[in-house]
């Protein structure tokens, strides 16, 4: 599996033959985000430093598409190892395409915080350092 922060390859897009199940399979329903992550693609800023125009192309194919975009900072090995791909909120709040209207009326959706980077002093498990 390639990794994503390879040059030339856009972060906030995933690479074809990643699984960018936003479904939970235990609860059945799909993960979004409770709040946009700390460098969200919708936040001001382009903290993500994308190419101009690129978030308009992102956005604009998406609705084409009727879909959603998967949160970046839940992408498989991206920044967080563990995290489970999950709907970007920024897209969410914007937008209403026919897919998240169907997830959201036959099965709902469960938030999931963003992930988030170890707390100074602890390991990536969350461990104190001694």
Do not use: W
């Amino acid at each position: 599996m390639e990794h994503l922060s390879r040059p030339g390859h856009d972060p906030a897009e995933p690479s074809p033959d990643e699984s960018l199940s936003v479904g939970d399979p235990v609860l059945r329903k799909s993960r979004l985000l409770s709040r946009p992550c700390d460098t969200c693609i919708f936040n001001p800023g382009n903290k993500m430093h994308l190419a101009v125009g690129r978030l308009r192309h992102l956005v604009t194919e998406t609705c084409r598409q009727e879909s959603y975009i998967v949160c970046h900072s839940t992408l498989p090995h991206y920044l967080y190892p563990d995290a489970k791909p999950a709907i970007c909120r920024g897209f969410a709040d914007r937008y209403r395409t026919q897919a998240l209207q169907l997830m959201e009326r036959l099965f709902g959706f469960v938030e999931v915080d963003p992930p988030q980077p170890p707390h100074p002093g602890t390991t990536s498990e969350g461990e104190a350092l001694q």
